[in-house]
């Protein structure tokens, strides 16, 4: 028989291939399921041996492994790393219902802002871990030196622009007490933590938002303070957590977050209110946009989804932020001059400036771009 005989019926002919496709995918399920078990196995022997929950050497081998097989296999190796990465994701999470105590006489955590999306982040972090936690607002402040006594942390959520205000204002801590901060700039906390209490101080940064799901693979930045041995455990805990730990000096750290964060969050702030006052139909916008322009519009209208005075507080963080802007206003100003002037090869040079500077990491952007890109073109409805 003819296999292009369009006398043949496609539906009857495609019915058993459907079915061994539901077969295997039921199949698929129930692995998933399996491993699933084996995960939540291995969290409960992590946590009870204060192992960190993300561990990137054995994530790396694991990839590296079941690429290699699906090579073999004949699979797409990318789609094998797609699938096992979006498995593991969902690993943590089973895994973070609850952790250890990195502390081994346990004790009280004082939340200052704990009400607050960021500070209840934390809040439920260490209640899950089995510290006592209490929460210090401006409402409570007349119970503030009651609340301190016997804390072995008291950790400042507050908004920036507060934060040195809220340091002086502490009770006296207990000596062995870490005062730490999680605000996005470090140098003025820092110094003020260190000039308010003689006892170990610690400067943290988590590079995360309160919506998360679990800060597994977020890195947190830390700058160190006073007396590191004295809280070790708590960044022991920050690690059991699966957070990612980088050391930075504070005016150090300061200086790369005004590109970090200042620039981009203004640049993106620009952005939006352009397409405001332009009057820009959005869906219009989304229908025409393929992946890279439709991510780039969300991070953009992620921004006005946030507090507006957080943001503003991190672009006023420093008057340093400024200056970077206007050196930033003068090579748009440049270069839109070129673009006026139709100056093809004047616009060429300044890419090639560009691609210099990238160098080696413009194909690993470029590929981590397009994975990013082909998962925002299949979740699109």
Known sequence: MD???????????????????????????????????????????????????????????????????????????????????????????????????????????????????????????????????????HNDWEQAAHLVQNACLVLLAVPIHVTAQVIAQLPPLPKDCVLADLTSIKAEPLAAMLAHHPGPVLGLHPMFGPDISNIVKQVVVVCHGRAPEQYRWLLKQFNVWGAVLTEKEARQHDE????????????????????????????????????????????????????????????????????????????FNQLSHLLAARDKAGLMAEFAKGQQFFGELAPQFLQESRRLLQKASDERS
Request: with cysteine.
């Open 3 to 137: 296999n292009n005989d369009t006398g043949s019926d496609p539906m009857a002919a495609l019915a058993p291939l459907r079915a061994q496709i539901d077969e295997l995918d039921r199949q698929l399920v129930q692995l998933l399921a399996a491993r699933a078990k084996v995960t939540a196995e291995v969290g409960r022997v992590k946590q009870q041996h204060a192992l960190p929950l993300y561990v990137p050497e054995r994530e790396l081998a694991l990839l590296k492994a079941r690429r290699a097989e699906a090579e073999q296999a004949g699979v797409s190796p990318e789609l094998v790393e797609d699938v096992l990465r979006r498995v593991m994701r969902e690993s943590y999470q089973t895994q973070e219902a609850g952790f250890v105590c990195c502390r081994p006489q346990g004790g009280k955590v004082v939340v200052v802002g704990g009400a607050g999306a960021l500070g209840a982040r934390f809040v439920s972090l260490f209640q899950r871990s089995g510290y006592q936690v209490q929460v210090l607002e």
């Open 256 to 331: 790369l977050m005004q590109m970090i964060q200042a620039m981009r969050h203004f640049s993106s702030l620009v952005y939006g209110v352009h397409l405001a006052e332009e009057q820009a139909d959005l869906q219009q916008l989304l229908e025409l946009s393929s992946p890279i322009y439709r991510l780039e519009l969300a991070m953009v209208g992620r921004l006005f989804a946030q507090n507006a005075e957080l943001y503003a507080d991190i672009m006023l963080s420093s008057v340093a932020v400024t200056g970077l802007l206007q050196r930033y206003q003068h090579r």
